[in-house]
């Protein structure tokens, strides 16, 4: 940024939209009133398997206010159904079908959608639904059943790439630890249920107030399901209330709202229920089998790293499990493998940090292990075998502050006071243990366009069809756009979540900062260029003479001359002599080709203080310092926000969360969040966040890795290494609950 100074970036910016949130005035996707609104209410199976021998609606379409029930039986007939369609995030076979036939493929698959005129009547008749079932046995579990497992024909994300020869290197191994680390289905739970209104207007074009991740992912799977053009579909999502992941792929309330609009040709809504929510996607059960080989030092001869995690009948969902085995440290000899086994259940989905968080909770809770066996500090085991090479594609990181992480993230949280020995630092009845844990996520780019207008008066719109899932979108881009062109940060607006903005990626994978700030900065550039056409074509006044961007600093509003800090010029002085109304610039960014030479990833070091209870077992986790390596930071103030949700979420995967499913029905019991349990307040401590510095010119213009996922990975393996530390006792299967500790 040779020509804008650093007013904004970097700088702890409030959100921009806080005040419409905390205000009320920020809609979400079910808050969009409509003329005319119905209200569709979803009848789930209550059987995880089998076939829908009748449905009586009956009694339900007799109700007064009950405009029809949508079943199989009477669903209109679409292309759809006979002609394969996946969205963006969907992973390879046959994406769910609602209404499609009789067939019941998972617990709580919707089966029939009641509409009314209005919701309480449409929530009645929906109970008056009855469905008789002829029942399969179902399987439900993945415990027990390693040998079903298989290979998929494909990977989502990255295949697993072993190298050398791990055999050799365990035999040549001073030392081995081996042993077999699992976790539970887990549920996204955003505060928001997924919604959508479908408003339908006299021209028959639908405006879609949807809840998603992204909107012309939607928008596609709307055109492509209902066999509509893309002018008759617009789909609009400002505000959403978390999703995780959970909006990567358009959900049946989706398709139910607009077959029902179209089919009534009525604005419709379609809400899930809580327990709903926990009938579509979730993070997956794996069981990971680990074998780490080293020298009597230390150093790693061989890692071997298989999971086993579970998939529906119908996709083969695959995340990126296992290559972290090969890529965090230095090993000539990596064995991984990642397979799959069938549930009756629905096909899982990305959630926060999808594979990363899973695959490094094993990896590093068995480098942990291998320290005490070889009587060695766990952080100078990370030392010992720290690369600055990607050595499972043998690229050079594009930039690696992970020592940084572990030094200052060490001395923050006081790592030298730690007693090596399990079960030796107490305070009476009060155990204490110290543990780490590294953390890794994939830095990415995506193609993304973005559109800047500057008018008259020095305001400055920005667009692009983004979304802003909770994570800040809102507030750093406008931090980009007002440091480009120098302006206030007042005088600058933001807009996402509409299909008529340029396009974007979906929100996930931490790639939003990247991919979209890059598009922002360049339409910016862009505005900077334009004015600096007209510049040149001034013949007096201050900027005259001046003939590349270089000579001229864009800040406090003006365009200020280098060699002159006194002769300077206003955006909108610029835009009156050239007779220009509007200044306005779009353009589309993508990762450039030298990116390809390295691997880029974010990483931490998490250290984690838990105080157990000899008694009873239960744990605290009273400390928590995670070093974030995350290149360049925007926003200091939002960014600690997004590790801190991360923190908060690895302590629930280590100590709470489960969806425990009831195996004779084959259903998750626990579908609410009365009994699915997530840290609250009382749960919480001291949390610090530390970024490291990190310069990293590589990853894209604005240096950023993006701060989404990386604060959750590590964090439950450095909680479990605690807890052993604490009570000299191994759990291997999460959550880590009192039970499993006694
Ligand atoms: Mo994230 S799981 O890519 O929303």
């Not at 549920?187 to 992204?214: F, I, R």
């Not at 070889?374 to 930039?399: Q, W």
């Not at 509003?557 to 002085?573: R, V």
């Not at 000899?614 to 605290?620: A, L, N, Q, V």
Request: aromatic share 8%; with cysteine; glycine share 8%.
């Amino acid at each position: 940024m040779s020509n804008t100074t650093t007013n904004y970036i970097g700088k702890p910016a409030s959100r921009v939209d806080g005040r419409a949130k905390v205000t009320g005035e920020a809609k979400y996707a079910a808050e969009f009133p409509a003329p005319g609104l119905t209200y569709g209410v979803v009848v789930s199976s209550a059987v995880a398997k089998g076939t829908i021998t009748k449905i009586d609606t009956a009694a339900a379409l007799s109700l007064p206010g009950v405009l029809q029930v949508f079943t199989h039986q009477n669903r209109p007939g679409l292309a759809w159904f006979d002609k394969k369609y996946q969205d963006e995030d969907a992973p390879p076979g046959t994406p769910f079908r609602p209404l499609y036939d009789e067939k019941i493929l998972f617990s709580q698959q919707p089966i029939a959608l009641v509409v009314a005129d209005n919701f309480e009547v449409a929530r009645y008749a929906a109970s008056l639904v009855e469905i008789t079932y002829e029942t399969e046995p179902h399987i439900t579990s993945i415990k027990n059943r390693l040998h079903e497992a298989y290979t998929p024909k494909e990977y989502k994300s990255a295949e697993p790439s072993p190298r050398g020869d791990a055999e050799k290197g365990l035999a040549q191994a001073e030392i081995t630890h081996e042993a077999e680390y699992s976790h539970p289905s887990e549920h996204h739970n955003p505060m928001e249920m997924h919604a959508s209104t479908v408003v339908l207007a006299e021209d028959g074009t639908l405006t879609v107030y949807d809840k998603t991740q992204g909107v012309q992912n939607s928008q596609n799977y709307i055109t492509q399901v209902f066999g509509l053009a893309k002018e008759q579909v617009q789909v609009i999502s400002p505000f959403v209330g978390g999703a995780f992941g959970s909006g990567l792929r358009p959900q049946y309330q989706l398709f139910l709202a607009v077959m029902a609009a179209l089919e009534l040709k009525r604005s419709v809504r379609v809400v899930l229920t809580r327990q709903q929510m926990f009938s579509f996607g979730h993070r997956p059960a794996t069981i990971q089998h680990l074998v780490l080989g080293s020298t009597s030092q230390g150093a790693l001869t061989a890692v071997v790293h298989e999971g086993f995690a579970e998939t529906s009948r119908f996709e083969d969902y695959t995340e990126n499990l296992v290559n972290w085995s090969a890529m965090l440290y230095k090993c000539d000899n990596v064995q991984l493998a990642h397979k799959l086994i069938q549930m009756d259940a629905y096909t899982p989905l990305d959630m926060r940090a999808p594979g990363g968080v899973t695959g490094l909770y094993a990896l590093e809770c068995a480098m942990d292990e291998l320290a005490y066996k070889l009587d060695k500090d766990p952080l100078e085991l990370r030392l010992t075998n720290y690369t600055n090479i990607d050595l499972s594609k043998d690229n050079p990181f594009s930039s690696k502050e992970l020592k940084a992480c572990y030094q200052q993230g060490a001395e923050k949280f006081g790592w030298a006071k730690r007693n090596p020995q399990p079960r030796s630092m107490r305070e009476g009845k009060t155990l204490i243990g110290y543990g780490l844990a590294t953390g890794a996520w994939e830095v990415n780019q995506q193609k993304s366009s973005a559109k800047a207008v500057l008018s008259p008066d020095g305001q400055l719109k920005v667009t692009s069809a983004t979304a802003d899932i909770g994570t800040g979108t809102y507030t750093i881009m406008t931090q980009i756009a007002a440091e480009t062109l120098g302006l206030p940060l007042a005088n600058v607006t933001f807009k996402l979540g509409d299909t008529a903005l340029p396009q974007a990626p979906l929100q996930g994978g931490s790639w939003t900062a990247a991919s979209v700030g890059s598009a922002v900065k360049a339409a910016c550039e862009g505005i900077q260029e334009k004015l600096l056409a007209h510049i040149r074509n001034l013949k007096e006044g201050p900027l005259a003479g001046v003939q590349k961007l270089e000579e001229v600093l864009f800040a406090d509003g003006k365009i200020i001359l280098k060699s002159n800090p006194a002769q300077h010029m206003l955006l909108p002085e610029v835009m009156r002599l050239a007779g220009e109304n509007f200044i306005e610039a779009t353009v589309t960014t993508k990762p450039e080709l030298r990116q390809k030479k390295y691997s880029m990833f974010s990483h931490s070091a998490v250290f984690v203080e838990v105080l157990v209870d000899e008694d009873f077992g239960t744990i605290r986790v009273t400390r928590v310092v995670s070093a974030i390596a995350g290149g360049r930071i925007i926003n200091p103030k939002t960014a600690r926000s997004q590790i801190l949700g991360g923190i908060v979420w690895g302590m629930g995967m280590a100590l709470e969360e489960e969806s425990v499913m009831d195996q004779p029905y084959g259903r998750f019991i626990n579908h609410d969040l009365a009994e699915y349990h997530v840290p609250v307040n009382a749960d919480i401590h001291d949390l610090e966040v530390i970024f490291v510095e990190e310069d990293d010119d590589i990853v894209n213009p604005l240096g950023v890795k993006g701060l989404g996922e990386i604060g959750i990975v590590g964090t439950a393996a450095a909680i479990a290494n605690a807890v052993y530390h604490a009570t000299g006792k191994r759990v291997r299967d999460l959550p880590i609950t009192l039970d499993k500790l006694m």
